[in-house]
């Protein structure tokens, strides 16, 4: 069976503790992983300082309403979330597997207004300690 997707790119969500699968959801990310490196001076000089991973948000979409807090309780319970992108024709383009003291910042549960099954959508914001990239090629940083 081949997969196509309608959009160039997807992205889904594997929440995981101890290597177990939580829960799978297709979702939207709304920026890459992203480090900050503040910058120190130094006897009049500026020097690369101390970096920290950004915040990230997703947003998980079509959920039913009594869903979202057994989402929110495994995502609290993960010990690491991946972020996997899929190209049009179904196949792994990127991961990222973000880990150590995982901690959700916000969640906020939007409803659909014109759905009859009250279905609506639920953003994540996440912050974590340490990420990695696995690229299509087998590329890892």
């Not at 196509?4 to 920026?31: I, R, S």
Request: charged residues 35%.
């Amino acid at each position: 069976m081949t997969v196509t997707f309608k959009k160039k790119f997807v992205w889904k969500v594997n929440a995981k503790k101890e290597g177990k699968v939580l829960f799978k959801e297709f979702c939207k990310v709304l920026a890459r992983p992203n480090i900050k490196i503040e910058e120190v001076e130094i006897n009049d000089e500026w020097i690369p300082g101390k970096a920290e991973w950004e915040h990230i948000s997703i947003k998980i979409q079509d959920i039913p309403p009594d869903h979202d807090s057994h989402l929110t309780s495994e995502l609290k319970n993960a010990d690491e979330v991946e972020l996997e992108m899929y190209g049009g024709d179904g196949s792994l383009f990127e991961k990222w597997s973000l880990k150590n003291d995982l901690e959700i910042i916000d969640c906020q549960y939007t409803p659909y207004l014109d759905d009859i099954d009250d279905r609506g959508e639920i953003t994540y914001t996440i912050k974590y300690n340490d990420c990695s990239y696995i690229h299509k090629n087998g590329f890892k940083t």
